[in-house]
């Protein structure tokens, strides 16, 4: 039986909650705005989005000067702070409002294609834009399934739930049931969702090149492609600021299809790469990415605190 929320962590969530639920009727445009006015702050206060962000911009593109770095973090953590004012209205709003927000849609034959095939499809969806919106618009139009971790506060979690489910998504747990579900979504030539850019636990993944650096990903795609010849197709809904989205799906790096679980690894994170390069503000950069490389380097203590790694 799990022990009790704190009074603390329950005043916290029925504030997220409020919070969510009155942005949820705002337009688009107000978010942006309210975007544009608090992400500064939170580049400015909050000490460990910003690090993270400047340390993996640093890592990953070199060759800009450190200006030019700076302002694409603080570009990033206005986009970050916009995806979460939209939450709410992802989860929340009429779904004719969401769905009128979705302005463009290129590559969907890709997924019809491959259905068409009798395949199932696998969408790879990094943290870019608004991937809350990218699963409305995927449960409304295909039979989809997901994986869901329940939120570290668990009040929220009926919410974040109901929000998902409610364009009738499927989500499963992250365990051998959620893989064995996804397994029967693809054999059913149905679409599911894998976020490519989570450090798995150790011992669930190898080392690739993410932008031409080591980062410990995820071997669950080569599993679920060679049970089931399902087509592979990356997915993110970009943000056009103030006005809507437009989603984009593109087809994989031939060689996420490889037996070999490294390989295959290294055609995921080229896949996370093209998203990126749609927009490199889009994408969540406060995500710590090459963590485990410095683990390993520092002799893998799995609890071991670090300042930003």
Known sequence: MAAPESPSRN????????????????????????????GPLVHRFSRREREVTEVNLAQVYPD?????????????????????????FAWMAAPA????????????????GARAEGRGVIVLAPHFGNWEVLNFWLS??????????????DALDPLIR?????MGARLVPTNPRG???????????????????????????VFAPFFDRPAYTATLLPKLVARTEARVVTGVARRLPGRGFALHFLAADERVY?????????GVNACVEAAIALDPAQYQWEYKRYRKVIQQQQGHPEHQSFRLY
């Open 11 to 38: 005043a916290r969530s029925r504030a997220i909650a409020t919070l969510w639920r009155a942005l949820a009727g705002r337009r688009l445009s107000t978010l942006w705005r309210l975007s544009r006015l608090a």
């Open 64 to 88: 800009r000067s450190e200006a030019a770095r700076r302002a694409l973090a603080r570009d990033s953590l206005v986009h970050s702070t916009a995806t979460m004012f939209e939450l709410g």
């Open 97 to 112: 409002r969401v769905e009128a927000s979705l302005l463009e849609v290129h590559g969907r034959e890709l997924l019809d």
């Open 140 to 153: 409304s139009h295909f039979p989809f399934t997901a994986m869901y971790e329940p939120p570290k506060i």
């Open 162 to 166: 109901q929000g998902r489910e409610r």
């Open 179 to 205: 893989v064995a579900a996804l397994l029967k979504a693809l054999k059913r030539c149905e679409a599911i969702g894998i976020l490519p850019d989570q450090e798995p636990s150790w011992g669930s993944g």
């Open 258 to 266: 490889s037996t070999d679980e490294t390989v295959s690894a290294t």
